[in-house]
């Protein structure tokens, strides 16, 4: 205890051999003290109990001070350069011993459930036995119920009953505190030494609003930031893949899972339910709740989910065809998991309702201390960043969602979740928080039921970061997506978090276009903004970030006609109005002479994929479903030629596919109303949208069967779990464990925060240069595509040659409207993209000025 991490560091990377017969003399001692208490039934004296909590406290000092994360983002943790010394002691195999490794794994465990340490003693009742049966009769209480002994736990709440009681002396408290500790140092190391980024302490170079300077720097910060996002923190996977096997046979695991899931979900944040109670209440319970959820947490991770790709973890289904339930538990989580498929076993009606409830209601209090009238009566809990990690993986539970939603509570679960953007802690990245949050609307969004529930008219709190928000909460949900869109427009190409935060809000806003009804007119002047914009941009200058976002805005916009026209007249008035730009783009798309016969409606991922060089493996549902791909790769990844036939054709046939239905519609009402509106003498748009068609029956092609996407665990939602467990765990209650020397470290920081403006700065520089290169383009910023990112470069060369091609076989017309555009001046092109210009379509009527208009 006395001596700094650093020299524990050294010992352990220079000394090895020595820490690793220390290590072994202290499991030994546990080892000893746990047999003679559990298996010869003697009593853990206070001498023998010192000596255990020593062994445990040199233990977790000596192993918090081990591997620590890598600095190089692209390494993987089985891709070390060299493993650490005492790491290869720890888990190399001793023959029948097995490995150091694995025998301090399963004594922490028996420890964290040890009678008059962890638990309170069990009873040692026995039924009555004849008098004549000399039989030992067992005792109830030490039965098992699934494999689970209920007496053990540590309360009633998930789980067998008869689980010990809700409180606990503050003796046991902190034994069970240390036993947890023991298990944080086996898991982690000393990654919390070395926490991720906050946005924070992010720093950039000044910038003017609105110049392009200001652009070259938020794609620089993205991109330094995307390299930290993907850096591997717990480096050594060991540990965790042996306590989550289920083919090893580790003591307790469903009972610690059981055990930590009841005390955090039953945690009462209100204190004694009187104003301020939280606050009289103690930051005891609420430390120890945390710590709870940090260990859950760090069991549902899985080293493996690395290996999946964000293209590959997207995954469809088309419920029309494949009725019933997701069956997520067994898509999401293909690999064995012990503790994910038991938090998936989650079933009985009592058990999922106190799981929903407990979340429903520690999400709720960021609402209730906003809402209350007493200033901060309302206390928020700590831990709201690590209940998010938990609720991202219970929102993979088929049980889970649909108890939510049979008790109404799928909102406010929707809500709270949404919540936590504006209640991110200041040492855990915007990024990290944003994607876990859109995981989980995207992966609650796959269900029907919840979105049939997110129809209700929506009186609650907005989130902070959004306007006031008119109508159901599927206007909340389409409000917040359009606006992340906004938020990542820029920097999704050199940024693997934003680009996946950018395929989750398209596939919440697709999930729910079907089922959509009265979508609000601010909405629909914000969905259009984002339409038109994606629209101007690959007409006049080929950007690659509106080519790819492109054929799933028009997914949404067909999906809400062929199903929802009659309650959306706002947004058929909207298409409607929007004709020359609709008819633009199908020209464009219309011309372009085909490679490949497009014989199918939509395009299968299978076939998309079969056309590809490099076929990566998909994702299959537990229905037979195909994982579908991301917008990135969906529309440009067929090629490593940026301009290939293949990538055309893909590209085209995306946006056709979902075009022509609404041409055809276009092509028919159109003309009904402009003849309605000129007969009328209309002169408001709220008179032209009562003289619209009452149906489109037959006027359109028979509705597709729409499809439902959702995200399976991936590398990206793996870092963003890891990332922000370890930062929660280096400013926790267990954040003492890593701290140095604070004079060291804030040198340490100063250095890393001038290092950090340096690399701002170069990357700066780097895209300023390219944007010369590029002739001024801003969506030309990014530095050079690598991976998933190369697929949005191919799509703006792909639009390129369509543009090419069109230019080509049109008439002189054509010719010269391509020549009007090229005249058009750099600084034309950055006012329409950079200053935010009042985006409007070819309105039938015009609308009035003091209609609201979003700024992308």
């Known amino acids: 205890e006395e001596w700094p991490r ?181 898991l982690c190391g000393a990654a919390p030494a070395s926490p991720p980024v906050g946005s924070s302490d992010e720093a950039g170079p000044a910038a003017t609003p609105g110049d392009r300077q200001r652009v070259a720097d938020a794609v620089a910060m993205a991109t330094l930031a995307g390299q930290g996002a993907s850096r591997a923190l717990m480096v050594e996977p060991r540990p965790l893949e042996y306590l989550c096997n289920p083919s090893k046979q580790v003591p307790r695991r469903g009972e610690l899972l059981y055990s930590l899931l009841s005390v955090a979900l039953g945690y009462d944040p209100h204190g004694y339910s009187v104003p301020y109670g939280g606050y009289f209440a103690g930051d005891k319970d609420e430390l120890f709740t945390q710590l709870c959820l940090q260990i859950l947490g760090l069991l549902l991770l899985d080293a493996n989910d690395v290996y999946v790709s964000g293209t590959e973890a997207v995954v469809s289904r088309r419920p029309q065809e494949q009725r019933g339930s997701w069956s997520t538990g067994a898509w999401l989580s293909p690999r064995p998991h012990v503790f994910r498929k038991m938090l998936d076993g989650i079933s009985s009606a009592q058990e999922v309702n106190f799981v929903v409830s407990g979340v429903v209601t520690l999400l709720g209090t960021v609402s209730e201390e906003r809402g209350t009238y007493l200033p901060k009566s309302m206390k928020v809990p700590k831990f709201l960043s690590e209940l998010l990690v938990l609720v991202f993986h219970l929102a993979a539970c088929d ?112 999930n729910l276009s079907p089922f959509a009804e009265g979508i609000s007119i601010e909405t629909c002047h914000r969905f259009f903004a984002l339409v038109e914009r994606c629209g101007k941009s690959v007409q006049k200058r080929s950007s690659h970030k509106g080519a790819a976002l492109l054929p799933y805005l028009l997914e949404i916009l067909e999906n809400s006609m062929q199903y929802q026209y009659t309650t959306n007249a706002h947004l058929a008035y909207g298409i409607l109005a929007r004709a020359g730009m609709l008819r633009a783009l199908d020209k464009l798309v219309t011309q372009v002479p085909q490679v490949a016969a497009d014989d199918t409606r939509t395009p299968s991922p299978t076939a998309a994929l079969a056309m590809s060089p490099s076929r990566p493996a998909a994702v299959t549902n537990g229905s037979g479903g195909v994982g579908n791909l991301s917008p990135r790769t969906e529309v440009s990844d067929m090629s490593t030629t940026p301009t290939s036939d293949e990538t055309l054709t893909l590209w085209r046939r995306n946006v056709k596919v979902h075009l ?126 690598r991976g998933a990112s190369s697929t949005l470069a191919a799509v703006g060369a792909a639009v390129a040659a369509v543009q090419v091609a069109v230019v080509a076989a049109a008439p002189a017309e054509s010719a010269a409207h391509a020549a009007a555009e090229d005249d058009l001046t750099e600084d034309d092109y950055m006012e329409e993209e950079e200053e935010e210009e009042d985006l409007e379509g070819d309105e039938l009527v015009d609308e009035p000025e003091g209609d609201e208009r979003v700024q992308s």
């Open 6 to 186: 650093d020299k524990l560091s050294e010992l352990t990377a220079n000394k090895a051999p020595l820490v690793f017969q220390l290590c072994t003399r202290c499991a030994t001692c546990i080892q000893a003290a746990l047999s003679k208490h559990e298996d010869a039934g003697e009593e853990l004296t206070d001498e023998a109990e010192l000596a255990l909590v020593n062994s445990i406290l040199v233990l977790t000092q000596l192993l918090s001070a081990g591997p620590g994360p890598l600095q190089a983002s692209s390494q993987q943790p089985d891709q070390r350069q060299q493993e650490h010394p005492l790491a290869a002691h720890l888990w190399t195999d001793r023959g029948s011993q097995g490995t150091l490794g694995e025998r301090m794994i399963d004594s922490a465990m028996r420890l964290l459930f040890l009678e008059r340490f962890t638990i309170e003693e069990i009873e040692d009742s026995k039924p009555d036995k004849e008098e004549d049966d000399e039989t030992e009769q067992p005792n109830p209480h030490k039965a098992l119920v699934n494999g689970v002994q209920p007496a053990v736990l540590w309360c009633e709440g998930v789980g067998p009953e008869g689980g010990g009681p809700e409180k606990v002396g503050d003796d046991m408290r902190n034994n069970r505190q240390l036993c947890l500790q023991l298990l944080a140092a086996l």
């Open 399 to 510: 049980s889970f969602v649909a108890s939510a939603c049979r008790e109404d509570d799928i909102v406010d679960l929707a809500t709270g979740v949404m919540h936590m953007a504006a209640e991110a802690p200041e040492h855990m990245h915007d990024d990290t928080i944003t994607l876990l949050i859109w995981s989980v609307v995207l992966r609650l969004t796959s269900h029907r039921d919840a979105c049939v529930a997110f129809l209700e008219d929506f009186d609650g709190d907005v989130p902070d970061d959004l306007p006031e928000v008119s109508g159901t909460f599927v206007d909340v949900v389409f409000v917040a997506a359009l606006k992340q869109l906004g938020d990542y427009f820029l920097t999704a190409t050199c940024n693997q978090l934003h680009r996946s935060v950018l395929d989750s809000c398209l596939f919440c806003m697709i």
């Open 660 to 785: 022509d239905p609404l041409m055809a519609m276009l092509e028919a009402a159109l003309p009904q109303l402009e003849a309605a509106v000129e007969k009328k003498e209309c002169s408001s748009p709220d008179e032209a949208k009562e003289l619209m068609p009452k149906s489109i029956l037959g006027l359109m092609p028979p509705p597709p069967v729409f499809t439902t996407r959702s995200v399976a665990s991936c590398e990206v939602t793996h870092r963003a779990c890891e990332h922000c467990l370890v930062a929660c765990l280096a400013h926790g209650p267990l954040a003492d464990l890593w701290s140095g020397d604070s004079d060291g470290e804030d040198q340490n920081d100063e250095v890393a925060q001038e290092e950090r403006k340096k690399k701002i700065k170069s990357l700066a520089k780097s895209a300023e240069k390219e944007e010369e290169v590029a002739g001024g383009n801003p969506a030309s910023f990014a530095p050079p595509p």
